[in-house]
């Protein structure tokens, strides 16, 4: 009898199987795909117009590295007048948790911010990812805002720090370096600092303003950075340089900043769009 209800389920087995309709393949590669949240996607869908001009972007980022985090590429971003995009990345001297916060401030007045943790290394994806997705809120947006005005931004790209008897290039060998990347309409500015302390705090409140957005989100996050974003420690070390008569120099790995490209007229907003602070590339700061 059991071999009788064997067959019997086989047979009706086998007729479900033939009755299921094959997938059209067409339909396979054309599913709707729903609007991200604005937490995710705060550029969602923006395409270069006909008179508009791809930013460049030389950070050392490859687009494809920016999926591997699950962030859209920088180098693909559209930015309209009044708008930014604030991103740090640190890279420790030892290990391999790396970190990425994008801070990204609307002319609608609504600000987000992007960030990643995980482990870099190893396998072709990225170990262990902490993905943190959210709104600013109000009080956090203004500080963005003056970010562009930085004098930081006129410090050359890459630098060696002199403290007054010639300038001898660090190597990072236990600590954090940094990478800030600002983008507005039309140019991007890119400062790679190592872990020296006064390198560093030449761009803190940069690297403040981005951190402090991400912090306390998730414990996990905040466990790859035991300071947060308290930079207080680095500002003071690059004070007391400038004070000592020390400056930061143009370091032999310096390179020019990315070419400004033209904005095309913006009908729905008539001021133009802020400006970082230029300077030649082999200027000493400050």
């Known amino acids: 009898m059991s071999g009788l209800t064997g067959l019997i389920a086989g047979l009706a087995l086998a007729s479900a199987q033939q009755a299921a309709p094959v997938p059209d393949p067409i339909a396979w590669w054309s599913p709707e795909i729903p609007r991200p949240p604005a937490e995710s996607e705060p550029l969602y869908n923006r395409r270069l117009g006909r008179n508009d001009h791809p930013i460049p972007i030389d950070n050392g980022v490859e687009p494809l590295l920016y999926r591997l985090w699950g962030l859209q590429p920088l180098q693909s971003q559209v930015l309209k007048r009044g708008e930014l995009i604030l991103e740090v990345w640190a890279r420790p001297a030892r290990g391999v948790r790396q970190v990425v916060v994008r801070v990204t401030l609307r002319r609608d007045g609504r600000a987000f911010v992007q960030a990643r943790a995980g482990l870099g290394c190893c396998t072709p994806e990225i170990g262990r990812r902490v993905d943190i997705d959210a709104e600013l809120a109000e009080a956090q947006i203004a500080p ?42 039309g140019q991007a500015r890119h400062l790679r600092r190592a872990c020296d302390d006064a390198e560093v705090g030449s761009i803190a409140p940069i690297l403040s303003a981005a951190l402090g957005a991400a912090v306390g989100r998730d414990p996990r996050f905040d466990a790859v950075l035991p300071r947060g974003a308290d930079f207080s420690r680095q500002a003071s070390a690059y004070f007391s340089l400038i004070e000592a008569g020390g400056r930061l120099r143009a370091g032999d790995s310096n390179r020019p900043q990315p ?23 082999g200027a000493p700061h400050p």
């Open 144 to 185: 963005l805002k003056a970010l562009p005005a930085d004098p930081a931004w006129s410090q050359p790209r890459a630098v060696i720090v002199d403290y007054g008897g010639g300038a001898v290039p660090a190597l990072c060998v236990d600590g954090v370096s940094w990478d800030a990347t600002l983008v507005v309409p």
């Open 259 to 281: 070419d400004i490209v033209p904005i095309a007229p913006d009908e729905e907003e008539a001021t133009p769009p802020p400006s970082v602070p230029a300077v030649p590339a």
